[in-house]
């Protein structure tokens, strides 16, 4: 399978303060890989490395194949769409004005501004100056302007962190949909239900150090203690091992027509994280 | 390096519309304006001097604070990060930008030209004199604008500027008494005026030459000076 981004043994100091130390990962054509911790893990600045805006201190990182200090070239930037948590938009201009000039500089036609702009659920909201615009529409914008040139790559550092649940969903099919035309999604998240559902692979950054890399599902089964709870028709909640050794007792149950439900008690994204790196997500 | 005129279309048409939003950095065309309207106060032919303190003075305050502002401004909300990850080049975006200040400079200086009754004797080679001045206001402009983070920061940053360039010319009797103020008279303001004087009394453009060269220098610099900040701050 061909990658689309390579980091190897990447290091990143600002001063005397170590953002990213020894990072290593590879992404491969059509993933949607989540990159996740806590803040001040080294998300942002992995982003920033990957698109050219910041340098690493050592290690080596590629996008398609080149070095991202390489990446500048006109042709390689309509390849690749980034949302940073540090994107402006022009506040006196209308959403549309907005969007019309980056229409302009990516070269795709102007027809594309309502389909981005159906996509975040703006279409409406054209007209609107940005300065007068909510956070969650700001940052509509900001991904409808991302879409805008319909990227190979796309970069989302916590692309819904402002959102409300239905437009985070909107969101998220968004994505999905761009997924399942070929679109490689790098995303950022504080959210592990966004991360569940969206991502193929996620990596667990804490301290600038990856600590843990892979499917969610086999994550969740890899750090599940195979247990089960079972809630009881007269209110009890009982946690038992999936082994033979309850099976006795919960047949039992069964058998008395006791049980109001029961379901596996894997761990979640979240808990994982808490588990390895003893830190709260923020 | 690119170079698409329809890139450059699409960053100066929005600029022109931003910049007619934009209260505080548009107003700034009254400056010379209204000084132009003191200066042309009073009967009898308004002095050389005084229409090149107005026209430096649209130099300095339009054409180099415009421009200093609009980056300024470009950082200061985050929207510069947004064009420099797009197919633009710095080119594009510069040159975008620069002809949204040039349009302003030449209608703010046209207008006070007309108030203040300037005719000079030779109009072409004056037009030709400002426009170079004009291409190192922009430089200066360009400059400070990458150096500055925000439109206060530029604010304050030009204001040398402004006295320098714009107010320079009230220097002129100290300059030829005090000699460490010599240097003065190779400012890019005191070559333009020296211009218009050779004008009046029928200087050519050979004659004039040395002095367009001399501006023409202070271009370069300002450029390079450009090229070298935004080198060493392309990256955070
Ligand atoms: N320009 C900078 N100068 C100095 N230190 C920086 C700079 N940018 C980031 N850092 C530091 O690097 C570390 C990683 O920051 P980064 O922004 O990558 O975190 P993050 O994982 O994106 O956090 P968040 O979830 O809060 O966005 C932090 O300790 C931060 O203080
Ligand atoms: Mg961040």
Redesign the pocket.
Same mark, same amino acid.
């Given at each position: 399978m061909e990658n689309v981004i390579r980091v190897e043994a990447l290091a990143?100091v600002? *001063?005397n303060?170590t953002?990213?130390e020894n990072v290593d990962f590879q992404v491969e054509k059509g993933e949607t890989f989540g990159f996740l911790?806590?803040?001040?893990? *080294?998300?942002?600045?992995?982003?920033?490395i990957l698109t050219g805006q910041?340098m690493q201190t050592s290690g080596e990182a590629f996008v398609f194949n080149i070095p991202t200090s390489e990446l500048k070239k006109g042709m390689h930037r309509k390849r690749v769409g980034v949302l940073t948590?540090n994107s402006g938009l022009y506040e006196r201009l209308s959403i549309h004005d907005n969007l019309k000039l980056f229409c302009d500089l990516y070269e795709v036609p102007r027809s594309r501004i309502e389909e981005v702009l159906d996509m975040v659920n703006l279409t409406n909201e054209k007209k609107k100056a940005v300065s007068k615009l909510s956070k969650g529409m700001l940052q509509r914008v900001l991904l409808a302007r991302t879409f805008l040139h319909e990227p190979d790559l796309l970069f989302l550092?916590?692309p819904t962190s402002a959102l409300d649940p239905t437009n985070s969903k909107q969101i998220h099919d968004s994505l999905r949909r761009m997924n399942e035309k070929g679109t490689t999604i790098f995303l950022?998240t504080?959210d592990m239900t966004e991360a569940e559902t969206l991502c193929n692979r996620v990596a667990f950054?804490n301290k600038?150090k990856i600590q843990l890399m892979d499917e969610p599902k086999k994550l969740r089964r890899q750090y599940s203690d195979n247990t089960v709870i079972i809630e009881l028709k007269d209110g009890r909640e009982l946690k038992r091992t999936s082994g033979p050794e309850h099976a006795q007792e919960i047949y039992q149950y069964m058998m008395d027509d006791q049980i109001v439900s029961i379901h596996s008690d894997e761990p979640t994204l979240g808990d994982i994280f808490v588990d390895i790196t003893g830190r709260e997500l923020? | 390096m690119s170079f698409s005129l329809k890139r450059i279309n699409a960053i100066f048409q929005k600029d022109l519309k931003d910049l007619s939003k934009n209260m505080y950095i548009g107003s700034i065309i009254v400056l010379p304006i209204l000084m132009a309207f003191l200066y042309s106060i009073g009967d009898g032919e308004t002095p050389i001097l005084l229409h090149y303190l107005v026209i430096n003075l649209a130099l300095s305050s339009v054409t180099a604070f415009i421009q200093c502002a609009v980056i300024a401004e470009e950082k200061e909300k985050n929207t510069l990060r947004g064009l420099m990850l797009s197919p633009a080049s710095l080119t594009e975006i510069l040159t975008g930008k620069s002809l949204v200040s040039l349009i302003l400079t030449v209608v703010t200086i046209a207008l006070c030209m007309v108030i203040t009754g300037y005719e000079p004797t030779n109009l072409p080679l004056v037009i030709l004199a400002i426009f170079v001045a004009s291409l190192f206001f922009l430089a200066l402009g360009t400059l400070l604008g990458l150096l500055t983070r925000s439109i206060i920061e530029a604010s304050v940053v030009i204001l040398p500027f402004i006295f320098l360039f714009g107010f320079g010319s009230m220097a002129k009797p100290f300059i030829e008494e005090i000699t460490w103020l010599k240097f003065m008279e190779y400012l890019p303001n005191s070559q333009l005026e020296e211009i218009a004087y050779g004008v009046e009394v029928g200087a050519g453009f050979s004659d004039i030459l040395e002095n367009l060269a001399i501006i023409l220098v202070w271009v370069l610099v300002g450029v390079i000076l450009t090229i070298f900040v935004y080198k060493k701050r392309e990256l955070?």
């Open positions: 990143k600002f *001063g303060q953002a990213l911790g806590p803040s001040g893990a *080294g998300k942002t600045t992995t982003i920033k910041l948590d550092d916590e950022t504080h950054l600038g923020v | 955070d």
